[in-house]
């Protein structure tokens, strides 16, 4: 209650002194844990002035609260809820504030299954490898500080206030400028909406162009928070298939023959989770049935800028001349999550429709933090982050493939991406990924089962293991951990150290290790 009035629920008015009312107010609030033991009350002053009341009365409560033991006064006179308090029954207070937040709500709710998260807190200590999560570590923060800082002093009345719906007009045109100079798309700024990270972007996509029984397809394995999002809108979900090659263009044709399919999500430039590349070949059979059966495709490119090897593959967008493609992107991959800056790159008229939805949901941004990170693009601040950040990602991938042909070569079948944040490894059928993802959080390690981006969460033999947020010790320590949360699954221990079958190699395609 520091810095804060404290107001109080006196009840109706009644026969009871004013001064023995305040008492019993502060006697309940302090029962019900508002007030906690040790916690500082209001001066008397303060307090007098807040209720509209003499200072004598509530001088009065004060003492009359001491008397029975529920506050003290220190000798610098401050007035403080007692440490101990008295063991006194309760008196029960027609229409007096509940106690805490009711267990149960008194409506009925929505008969739907409740979200979860992908990836509980694991305890203090643990190593984390989750998939599409960058090194904060490495964010120049003291140059997006310096930004921010800036943005407030020059435009603190304009940043501060409510702002256009699309977005900080400069941070929209260093986007545009950097979606046509890196991944070929014809945009302008007018051509984006800036949103709350990509999951934001995903939602606004969700509520502007569905309604409640549309069929859209999903890859499987996939994304499960944009299921989610999905499916708040009232979306029907059926499961695409996923092989070498990327979505099964062959799998939508013969489901669209079953029913309309309103929409298709997917993540073609490194599919989530299994890191593939949807063929050329696939891009245009997928554009071609898209266009005959009218069909919008919501195209989720989250990590784009993170490609090591080979010629750069553009986005399925740079190739839509129909208007198929909502284009969503990130810059949580780039800078850090917590920022919440992601796009939507859409034609005029779906654009038109999905702003009245977010002007009516959470209708803008923080424009004080586009403005700065439109000066770090604007700057090239950005750009630079984006290389160094491209050859330590790219060794840390490299090190964790060397890392797993050298301690688990016959457990894991690694097929080393060329670019992204994560590795997808299939499993010898022997091991049952769920439960050794289980047995690493016992041995301070945390890794995600494949089981987890299945449509129906049956086992999937595989596990995805991110490596940008790591280091490369971190990495080499992890698995070591696996090794020994495998052996706690299996029963038996592993000399993997001494196994090498092409270990020091550092594996551009697939590579069977075993």
């Known amino acids: 209650m520091k810095g804060w009035d404290l107001p109080l629920d006196l009840h109706a008015p009644s026969p009871t002194p004013l001064f023995v009312r305040i008492a019993r107010a502060l006697e309940d609030d302090i029962r019900r844990g508002r007030l906690p033991p040790g916690s500082p009350l209001p001066g008397s002053r303060t307090l007098a002035e807040s209720l509209g009341v003499h200072r004598n009365t509530v001088l009065a409560a004060y003492r009359e609260l001491e008397t029975q033991g529920w506050i003290a006064t220190s000798a610098a006179r401050a007035t403080f809820v007692s440490p101990t308090l008295p063991d006194v029954p309760a008196r029960p207070v027609a229409g007096a504030p509940r ?94 909406v800036i949103t709350r990270g990509s999951q934001g972007a995903l939602d606004l996509v969700a509520r502007t162009l569905l309604r409640p029984g549309d069929t859209v397809a999903v890859e499987t ?124 790159a859409a034609p005029p008229p779906f654009l038109e429709h999905a702003l009245g939805v977010r002007e009516a949901v959470d209708r803008q941004g923080d424009t004080a933090l586009e403005a700065a990170v439109a000066e770090l693009l604007e700057e090239g601040e950005v750009q630079r982050h984006v290389r160094k950040m491209r050859g330590v990602y790219r060794d840390r991938r490299d090190a964790l493939v060397e890392a ?20 997808w490894a299939h ?62 699954v299996t029963g038996t221990q592993r000399q993997g150290s001494t196994a090498r079958t092409g270990a020091g190699s550092r594996s551009r395609g697939a590579t069977r290790r075993g």
């Open 99 to 192: 106690a805490a937040m009711p267990s149960r709500v008194g409506f009925a709710l929505p008969a739907a299954a409740p979200l979860r998260r992908e990836h509980p807190e694991p305890p203090r200590g643990t190593i984390v490898l989750a998939g599409g999560v960058p090194d904060i570590r490495l964010l120049p923060a003291a140059l997006l500080a310096r930004a921010y800082r800036r943005a407030l002093k020059l435009h603190g009345n304009r940043v501060l206030g409510y702002g256009d719906p699309n977005g900080h007009p400069r941070l929209r045109a260093a986007l545009a400028d950097m979606l046509s100079s890196l991944r070929g798309l014809a945009v302008s700024a007018d051509d984006l």
């Open 221 to 344: 394995p996939g994304y499960r928070p944009a299921w989610h999002a999905l499916q708040l809108a009232g979306a029907r979900l059926v499961p695409v298939p996923v092989d070498a090659e990327g979505l099964s263009v062959e799998a939508l044709a013969s489901l669209s023959q079953r029913t309309p399919v309103r929409a298709v999500y997917l993540t073609p430039h490194h599919q989530y989770p299994t890191t593939v590349t949807l063929s050329p070949a696939r891009r245009l059979a997928l554009l071609a049935w898209a266009r005959e059966h009218r069909v919008a495709l919501i195209e989720d490119d989250y990590d784009h800028e993170f490609h090591y090897e080979g010629r750069p593959v553009l986005p399925l967008a740079s190739a839509d001349r129909d208007g198929l493609v909502l284009y969503v992107g990130t810059l949580s991959k780039v800078l850090a999550p917590a920022l919440r800056l992601g796009f939507l």
């Open 427 to 488: 499993c010898a059928p022997e091991v049952d990924a769920a439960a050794w993802s289980r047995a690493g959080l016992e041995e301070g390690v945390s890794f995600t089962p494949g089981s987890v981006f299945g449509f129906d969460e049956r086992p999937v033999p595989a596990v995805r293991l991110g490596f940008a947020a790591r280091k490369e010790s971190e990495l080499a320590e992890a698995v070591r951990r696996m090794v020994r949360a495998l052996a706690t």
């Open 404 to 423: 797993l042909a050298r301690e688990l070569p016959d457990v894991l079948t690694v097929s080393p991406p060329a670019g992204g944040m994560a590795l």
